[in-house]
């Protein structure tokens, strides 16, 4: 009798657990029920991280279970910083809005006094895609490679202090004795590109996928020229155009433009606050694979002619996290180059 009584005390206790834990399962698929979620936009319309992200938005709510509302909010400023604040310290924490992330560990090591954020502390859904930038010069400024900025001054256009249009053209200035002079106060692609065109500025760095999507006609036109390459892809047809780590003369140099250009392959990634439950992380993060294999979102992106190059959260978490224990002389070579801008 006493064993019967401590295994049917066993089994009732077996039961509970499981009608607990199917009850949390379902409790979780439904929380998106009826809710929305937002992306917060780091950059303007226009732009490359504005045009993955309201893809993401279009197709990504199929995929959750629930069918949530999905929808965009532009939070530009400081490279991308204002955004990385807003959702980190600010925003709901329930999983209801996240992020395009583009402003990490650059940011920490250049502007410590504007971000309020730490990048390997945001949870990590997916990407969608590297994000391989270029230096570009208009075809009229008469700069063709690398090496001819070199010999005269170049006005480079961007965005602002510390944001990425700035922080390379610095590094490159420092270490490879490029003359590019810096001109900030172009606060998205879009102007930037305007800017090129009226002849205000000979230069830029641009987001690769932005610049064939919105701008093929040029790269077949020879209206600019790409001086130099950004990231781990391979850029098809500009295979002889320098890669950026290249230009570095010693290991010192090689092992800080390495670094500078990690961000590429962060990528086009969202992310979650850093208190987001598990749960619903792991649904996001499920969704968001499921929607990068999706033919309909596959589609979409070659209509637009984008790239699909997908990592997901749980991989994307550990290279941020990985790239984080960065040494110190790197952060603090950083951060006087940009503060000597």
Do not use: C
């Not at 610095?170 to 002079?181: E, H, P, R, S």
């Not at 309909?296 to 997908?310: D, G, R």
């Amino acid at each position: 009798m006493v064993f019967q009584a401590q295994a049917l005390k066993a089994l009732t206790i077996v039961f509970a657990a499981a009608s607990a834990s199917v009850t949390a399962q379902a409790q979780t698929g439904d929380f998106y029920k009826g809710k929305t979620i937002k992306i917060v936009l780091p950059t303007a319309p226009g732009g490359s991280t504005s045009l993955y992200g309201l893809l993401i938005a279009e197709h990504l709510q199929r995929h959750i279970p629930g069918n949530p509302v999905v929808t965009t909010e532009y939070r530009v400023g400081a490279g991308g910083i204002v955004a990385a604040n807003y959702v980190y310290n600010a925003a709901p924490k329930d999983g209801t809005v996240i992020t395009m992330l583009i402003s990490g560990l650059l940011a920490e090591d250049t502007q410590p006094e504007a971000v309020k954020f730490k990048a390997a502390k945001f949870r990590y859904i997916g990407r969608a895609a590297d994000l391989p930038r270029a230096f570009v010069a208009w075809h009229s400024a008469g700069i063709n490679t690398i090496d001819d900025v070199r010999k005269r001054e170049v006005a480079l256009g961007s965005s602002g202090k510390g944001a990425l249009t700035s922080i390379h053209p610095l590094l490159v200035n420092d270490i490879y004795g490029t003359k590019f002079k810096i001109v900030n106060g172009y606060s998205g692609a879009g102007t930037t590109y305007l800017a090129l065109e009226r002849g205000e500025i000979d230069a830029t760095t641009v987001a690769w996928e932005g610049l064939v999507a919105q701008h093929a006609d040029w790269l077949r036109d020879g209206k600019i020229k790409v001086l130099a390459t950004m990231g781990s892809r391979k850029f098809t047809g500009y295979e002889n155009v320098p890669k950026v780590e290249s230009l570095a003369k010693n290991a010192d140099d090689r092992e800080l433009l390495t670094y500078s250009v990690h961000y590429a392959d962060v990528g086009q990634a969202l992310a979650a606050p850093a208190e987001i439950p598990d749960d619903r992380l792991q649904i996001l993060r499920r969704a968001f694979d499921a929607m990068v294999a999706d033919p309909a979102f596959i589609a979409s992106t070659k209509s637009k002619n984008v790239e699909i190059e997908p990592m997901t959260g749980e991989e994307l978490q550990a290279f941020v996290e990985k790239a984080a224990q960065r040494s110190p002389k790197i952060s603090e070579r950083m951060r006087a180059l940009v503060s000597a801008e």
